[in-house]
């Protein structure tokens, strides 16, 4: 067997597979079918400084090969993940890494101090959140707003840091390397595309919050197109989501640059996934003789 394992800005993953935050929640329905050892990690659900709960429903809704979501980060808030989720999830055997969410750039730095004293392995950075102080202007949308809450988060932050990117942007290898240049020492990509579906016997759009995000194999050819064109801007790590739904796509999409993957909208029509893309992985590798999962980082050959 192969060598599956992979090392993302010093921290060790048993395999490239990582359950994508706000698809797995915090592991406790998925621990009930395999170990969650099974997995390299856990994103966790997007974390809020204090507890929210989400959006109006209808907020999920099924499109072509794919879901539009507008749940607004449901969740009990950073104090409770960290004294009633992370200490069943520290003893999973997998890295944990802890995806923050904020309205402000002070709440983003007051939760990267709080989690920074904890077990979680690190700490992913969504910037597809409203800015309030910007007028609800995204912070992940131009390279000043990245490189500013990047610098800021990097100072309150001991763990290693992890941006992750929304790809509702023009220029995102610009994106990334306003990041690098501020301190991230991965990235993650891509968040959601923004998306928008209508009914049209009550003419009102199919999810409450008129639109959400876009994710599933929908997405999956946009996602290897910006990972390939941010591999060749950055020289940090680039963990690859956005459509993986097989052990095809999971090699696809490692070519294109990703040296991990996060595995998200998948899990709710096969929660088995992240078990058969390791073990096609496995096969692919040991069909190919290629010793380490980490060679296949970015050995796309382009014409």
């Not at 994710?215 to 999956?220: D, E, K, L, N, R």
């Not at 640059?257 to 992240?274: H, N, R, W």
């Amino acid at each position: 067997m192969a060598d599956l394992s992979v090392r993302i800005a010093g921290v060790e993953f048993s395999n490239p597979l990582i359950a994508a935050s706000g698809t797995f929640g915090f592991g406790r329905e998925y621990g009930e079918l395999y170990p969650l050892s099974t997995l390299g990690g856990i994103s966790c659900k997007g974390i809020t400084l204090k507890r929210r709960d989400g959006n109006p429903p209808p907020r999920i809704a099924e499109t072509p090969s794919g879901i539009l979501n507008a749940v607004g980060l449901q969740n009990p808030g950073v104090d409770v993940f960290i004294n009633e989720e992370l200490p069943r999830l520290s003893s999973q055997n997998t890295r944990i890494i802890a995806n923050i969410a904020g309205n402000t750039v002070e709440e983003y730095c007051l939760m990267a101090e709080k989690l920074s004293d904890t077990d979680v392995d690190m700490i992913e950075l969504n910037i597809s959140c409203p800015n309030v102080k910007s007028g609800g202007v995204q912070f992940g949308t131009s390279c000043e707003s990245v490189g500013n809450i990047t610098a800021e988060v990097r100072a309150h932050c001991k763990k290693p840091l992890v941006v992750k990117l929304s790809p509702n942007v023009t220029d995102i290898a610009s994106i990334a390397q306003a990041a690098e240049a501020n301190g991230a020492d991965a990235i993650s990509m891509i968040n959601t595309l923004t998306g928008m579906r209508i009914d049209i016997e009550t003419r009102r759009p199919i999810i409450r919050n008129n639109t959400g995000g876009l994710s599933g194999a929908a997405v999956f050819p946009v996602a290897v197109r910006m990972v390939w064109q941010v591999s060749n801007a950055v020289k940090i790590p680039i963990i690859g989501m956005g459509g993986i739904s097989t052990w095809r796509d999971a090699v696809e999409m490692l070519m294109a640059g990703a040296s991990a993957l996060q595995i998200g909208t998948v899990l709710f029509s096969d929660p088995y996934a992240p078990v058969k893309i390791n073990e096609g992985l496995n096969e692919y590798l040991d069909k190919k003789g290629i010793g380490r999962v980490s060679e296949l980082t970015g050995a796309v050959v382009p014409w």
